[in-house]
């Protein structure tokens, strides 16, 4: 089954379920006070860092990638996987994915910025519409030649590289083919 942006975010949260010290600052779920302090609008401390739970966590999760960047906004089977992306190289960085992916079918010029504006996300639906898997395909294609580049930069990723790999074509539908539907269309309302 086709991962859901929910399946998405509640899989993240299990890999980054603990307390972990990174870079000498509490992390809960991946979560550090800075951003636990934007999500509700004021200082935070460390005991609320701490005591923070798996459904605060979810939704400043949908927030931060999901709604801020306005991923909501994108064709639904796009979602999940720009979701995934932003989540693991920040939401500029998945967009700017998108961005390429649109810019290398020949249906527009994008400039890389990673902001999902008015020319983007037209840009987007277009491009899915005549592209369907096709689009999906090549978003999982740059999401891996990234990955290798990452490794390739970096030789201590090396043997990161096949993991970060598996997680882009996770969102491949073994089922689906060039010809066929992507996925269907969820519920008026509901995160996908």
């Not at 983007?120 to 580049?149: G, Y």
Request: hydrophobic share 45%.
């Amino acid at each position: 089954m086709f991962p859901t942006v929910m399946d998405v975010i509640d899989d993240w949260l299990k890999t980054n379920s603990g307390q972990t010290l990174a870079a000498g600052e509490s992390v809960r779920f991946g979560i550090n006070r800075s951003l636990l302090s934007r999500f509700h609008q004021r200082p935070v401390t460390n005991a609320e860092l701490e005591s923070l739970s798996l459904a605060v966590a979810r939704d400043l999760y949908a927030w931060r990638y999901y709604h801020l960047p306005c991923i909501d906004r994108l064709p639904w089977p796009i979602q999940p996987l720009i979701v995934d992306a932003a989540i693991c190289h920040g939401p500029r960085r998945a967009i700017c994915f998108l961005q390429q992916v649109c810019n290398d079918s020949g249906m527009a010029t994008l400039r890389l910025d990673g902001i999902v504006g008015p020319l983007t996300f037209k840009t987007v639906e277009a491009c899915h519409r005549h592209l369907q898997q096709q689009m999906l395909n090549a978003l999982i294609h740059e999401r891996a030649v990234f990955f290798r580049n990452m490794a390739a930069a970096d030789r201590t990723k090396v043997g990161l590289e096949e993991e970060w790999l598996a997680r882009a074509v996770r969102f491949l539908p073994a089922s689906c083919t060039e010809s066929e539907p992507v996925v269907d269309t969820p519920e008026a309302g509901a995160i996908p």
